[in-house]
């Protein structure tokens, strides 16, 4: 029986490294977070895009770790914001600022909208690079939606509680897991992901 080839989750992130693991389970990898590995130097996110950062963190932590890494950057743009935070969604009420803090900045900025106004998308970029920092596959997704005027919900991370998915009255963090993941920006970068990962893993079991 062939052991399974590693894959590394660039994330410290626990909600985001949960929801990649349930995404990517099928997969024949021994999937692991940067929490499993020791003496990692944080990759600052320094780039422009979303596509900039993931290829960043996937490079930078593979290198690193010389294992198979996957990395994820994503965000929310607000229309209203001129797609702000966007790619600086996780550093949008200052570093070190706890989840609740970014969203109830981002609620105070858009209090005077109206739901019409309120239109918005998460986008995931996702990377994948090998052991040796060579991008090897590069896929994106959104989701279209608008965002609450308070927070509602208790599952999965981030502006989850404020994000309402085109086809839906629940925010992402009212939804089952199940169906965000199904739906999510995130899901939908990954299927091009898994495909290729796929792709590994049968060039692999051919040898």
């Not at 950062?53 to 010389?66: D, E, I």
């Amino acid at each position: 029986m062939k052991t399974p080839q590693s894959l590394l989750i660039a994330t410290w992130n626990i909600g985001k490294l949960k929801e990649l693991k349930e995404l990517l389970g099928d997969l024949p990898f021994e999937l692991y977070g940067l929490d499993s590995l020791r003496g990692v130097l944080e990759v600052q996110e320094t780039g422009e895009t979303f596509v900039e950062n993931a290829s960043l963190k996937a490079v930078g932590y593979a290198t690193q770790a010389r294992l198979l890494t996957l990395a994820d950057d994503s965000g929310l743009a607000v229309d209203a914001l001129r797609g702000g935070p966007g790619v600086f969604s996780a550093r949008y009420a200052g570093q070190g600022a706890s989840e609740a803090e970014r969203t109830n900045k981002l609620l105070l900025e858009l209090s005077n909208l109206k739901e019409p106004e309120r239109s918005a998308r998460f986008v995931s970029a996702v990377a994948i690079a090998d052991s040796e920092g060579e991008i090897l596959n590069v896929s994106l997704g959104s989701c279209e939606g608008h965002l609450a005027f308070a927070p509602r919900g208790f599952e999965g991370f981030g502006y989850d509680p404020i994000f309402i998915p085109v086809g839906y009255e629940q925010t992402f963090a009212e939804l089952k897991p199940e169906i965000k993941n199904r739906i999510s920006h995130r899901a939908r970068a990954l299927r091009g992901a898994r495909e290729f990962l796929r792709t590994l893993t049968a060039a692999s079991s051919a040898r």
